[in-house]
């Protein structure tokens, strides 16, 4: 299974459906003036040790500025067996959904 690459409008679909968690990859600072309601802040420095802690079975939405690095961070552990989805677009798209 590769990454899946869901739209904005569709993250509340996958945490009722798979009780995805939802991790927010930004600096705190950015977490801390905009975010997506229920998401954890895991910046990308610190997410090999969160994802220690994460059941490879998991679902997992990741998300960014604009979908790059959460694409890429995204890709990374889907080669790890991780259950990743990447938001396209990042908070950037869920702000104009």
Known sequence: MGLCLISAKEIGKYRR???ALVIDLREHT?????????????PVEELE????EIPHSRMVIFYCEYGNTSIQEGCRY???GYRICSVAGGIDAY???
Request: glycine letters at 4%.
């Open 30 to 42: 950015d977490y801390r003036q905009w975010h997506i309601p229920g998401a954890q802040n895991v």
């Open 17 to 19: 459906r798979w009780n």
């Open 78 to 80: 889907v080669k790890r």
């Open 49 to 52: 040790t969160f994802m220690r």
């Open 95 to 97: 702000r104009r959904s």
